[in-house]
């Protein structure tokens, strides 16, 4: 079942709303403190939703750390797990260069009292110089364009505008600009610059020399402890560390469900090799990470794999590639799952810069070959992840009374099986209690037997569980349960002491 | 061997020394932002305190969510997970009684320019009221006070002298005492509130609109999200929410390692009942509890339960039980574990009232009974776990090389087995190599393959790691290898074959 190709049709917004709503019915996503009315770019999993997440996290910490891929020479290669701390001393943010430059352009509406990203609005201006220019976020329809023109300009035609970028817009233009939501021009103040990591204080005293940082990304960890794995354990370059954790961005404007959130998980690998060798590597990494996601039920023909221009690339960096997944918020496009960067060495050259602690590596096999490794970083999204599994399993279909069903691999499956009783009648409930409490040491598993089999069958679809075992009369007579299969909703009944097998067959699937 | 006791005598404050020592020589546990000459408060996890803290984290996980206990019925309870996010809509720390009252009282030396909690300090005054008061940390050593008392007292005994609590002595009597670290008396301030939540700000202006708090405790998440689990799921009364995660306390003094740390993790359940059944419910949790700390490797004896007196309990509880651990830094005395307390239907009653939202919860039996239910709450520490794991552990041995090992049980050892050829020669490196990658599907195992045996056996016992297994000349003359037991060094050779059997069955133990 894992190689199965789902082929619907690319999601649309619409399908957006559906899932959303699905994540909340069934509980694998609802906003936090929904009961106080949520908290912008903040969102909690719920029982399905952090099955679902630790399948994915477990998944990726097996592949990294327990089981690392097969180097090219044919040898396994070596990654070591890391769990650094939240908050660090802030000189680390310092050397990163987050504090100077972890920046959004930023620009507020006098008249809406919204704000907004410069990069995200787009900025129609008339080519023939009539008539106010108006902005848009850069994810608006056709539709929302066309009546906007019609409400500001009697209806004329995008084709009379040309379409240009607000941050590349020179200010002493901005007083034509009418903003996304005003109705009157010269609203947008200039962009400012607005630094995206929240901080706070660690000790009595709120004043600067106690101000401390939540993470934007969980490497730093990595780079501040490379010294320490490499003198605390076995490993030589090259070799990598891992880590899966939360970060925090103060996005200017949350958006897309978990996708652009304040709040959220990422899963990343830092691979320290020898610059000679970075072009091989990254062709590896490449490679194992387009395995991985197809693997957990991501088609690469739904990914999308953008290679950065060489004249867009930081300084430091030969190469970097975004894995980018088709979410139903894209439009025609791709939005970011993963990116693979070489960052040359130059987190290791500022960290022994600020730190002046020795970073150097020595090569065992001559002692006067000391250098700074490269760094290749397979950076990844877990809520991203959880997200685009959704989106990918869901799977509108009008011939079944739950009118969806979630199309998880077994694997990623927040339940791999559903053991329902026909009836909750002790001849029924007790045979699929003894099941489920079989099952269970085993595989991830629901026992739920009250309410009519068929809304059961249903609820079972909605998240996505690929097989239902059901007892009933027959199987007191003969021992054998109904199993059947969600994706084409058939049914057989097999041998009550074969299930544990047939289970385990068809997780390796 | 999960059954066999660990005998060795009360651990020390010596002890401790080691025990932090062998954390960052080992890979366990270093400063966080090590580099930059750590953060106070925060810790980071190396490559073998991650393995074990994930293992505590598992175990804990699967007891709970996957295969929760049988209750007092005969039949399987239920419980659900959730990981909600770290922040929350604010009101929501209002309605807990986080931002009226989640303080500790703090004093400051100005002589020394040090910070103390006002219930951490002891005050020693004289009986014949003639000379100063001295203030010590509660855990001051008999040593360190008679030094103090010859310094500033001539010699005299402790029996001169009454001990009384900083934080109940009256402020008047202030200008008589030396500080801790002072040498003058009245540089003590008056103790002052301080609000133990770290905040941030959520969007661009940092101003009370927008303040947030890093949670305290992650049972909130719980509680605001009752309603939407009881809509989602298919979970009645009774039944258990799970969750684990980071909570931040911006302590005012972190000591003793990751005791105290400022950035932490819990693992928490809210088990809600009806009222009627929380005697019953309590006694079970207990019982739960203890079953849970024994099976991964604390034996009960080295365990202390704490029950707080009716007259110290807050109004809404009937009973509190703390489980506590003789941890070095103990002295004679024990440390908080974990908690089980009754809340009674605080929370709910609470957040009801704050968000207005109906938590009520209707009897499906009986839709006139509609009530809040009652909670109770075994909340453990996952970081202190992972220190009482490593402090148990403990074992000196002046009979091996490495002087130490770690004790663990298998299923809490970070690796389980290690695999080592004899010496790096492809006739030993190639078969260990095959074992390793046959092993590492189902064990996580080390293959360490270049040093000394020795060498490498010290290691595997300072790490903890229950088996080694040995690959040399005759492994491949006649297809078998030394296994080597970690807690009697005992050697025995077996059949190549039968290793992952061998250890399948030791894991079980």
């Known amino acids: 079942m894992a190689a199965e190709k789902n082929t619907h049709a690319a999601p649309t917004a619409k399908d957006m709303k559906d899932i959303v709503a699905l994540c909340k ?9 929904d009961i106080y009315g949520g908290l912008n770019g903040f969102w909690d999993y719920g029982p399905l939703g952090v099955e679902l997440k630790n399948n994915l996290r477990d998944r990726w910490w097996r592949d990294m750390v327990v089981t690392p891929p097969i180097g090219p020479d044919g040898q396994p290669i070596e990654i070591v797990g890391l769990d650094s701390a939240i908050i660090q001393n802030p000189k680390c943010w310092e050397a990163s260069g987050h504090v100077g430059g972890f920046n959004d352009p930023m620009v507020d509406c006098k008249e809406s009292k919204k704000r907004y990203r410069a990069d995200h609005l787009i900025v129609l201006s008339p080519n023939d110089g009539q008539g106010p220019w108006l902005a848009f976020d850069k994810e608006a329809s056709a539709d929302e364009i066309a009546q906007r023109l019609k409400k500001h300009a009697r209806g004329r035609p995008e084709s009379d505008y040309t379409r240009g970028q607000l941050d590349k817009t020179p200010v002493a233009d901005f007083p034509k600009i009418i903003g996304p939501d005003a109705k009157e021009p010269g609203t947008l103040t200039e962009p400012r610059q607005f630094n995206m990591m929240f901080h706070s204080y660690a000790g009595a005293a709120a004043g600067e020399e106690n101000k401390v940082y939540l993470r934007p990304e969980t490497c730093a960890g990595i780079f501040l402890n490379f010294k320490n794995v490499l003198d605390s354990s076995r490993v030589r370059v090259p070799f990598g560390i891992a880590q899966i954790g939360k970060a925090f961005r103060n996005e200017v404007t949350p958006r897309n469900f978990i ?8 899963m990343e690998l830092e691979w320290f090799c020898h610059q000679d060798d970075v072009p091989m590597w990254f062709d590896f990494w490449v490679e194992q990470r387009k395995k991985f996601w197809e693997s957990v039920g991501l088609p690469l023909n739904h990914l999308h794999f953008y290679d950065t221009p060489k004249a867009d690339l930081a300084h430091y960096s030969a190469r970097t590639i975004d894995f980018e997944y088709q979410f139903p918020f894209s439009g025609d496009g791709f939005d970011e799952l993963e990116g693979i960067a070489h960052r040359g060495n130059f987190d290791l050259t500022q960290h022994q810069e600020f730190s002046k602690a020795k970073l150097e590596y020595m090569d065992p096999t001559d002692n006067t070959k000391r250098y700074l490794p490269h760094v290749i970083e397979p950076s990844a999204g877990l809520s991203r992840g959880v997200l ?11 011939n ?36 489920y409490l079989e099952l269970r040491e085993d595989f991830a598993v629901d026992l739920d037997i009250k309410q009519n089999i068929g809304k059961r069958y249903a609820r079972q679809d909605e998240i996505g569980t690929p097989f239902c075992f059901t007892i009933d009369d027959q199987t007191n007579a003969d021992q054998t349960v109904t199993v059947r299969e969600r994706n084409t909703m058939a049914q057989e009944r097999i041998s009550l002491d074969k299930v544990h097998e047939y289970l385990r067959v068809k997780m390796k699937a």
Chains 1, 2 share one sequence.
């Open 25 to 33: 019915r069934r509980g694998f996503i609802f906003a936090a403190s």
């Open 259 to 266: 996708f652009r959130s304040r709040e959220f998980e990422q």
């Open 400 to 435: 079944r009374p739950s009118g969806v069903y979630l199309n998880f691999t077994p694997a990623m499956a927040p339940k791999k099986a559903a053991i329902l009783p026909l009836t909750a009648k002790e001849e029924h409930a007790a045979p699929a209690t003894n099941l």
């Open 388 to 398: 685009a599994l959704l989106c990918e399993a869901y799977t509108p279909d009008p």
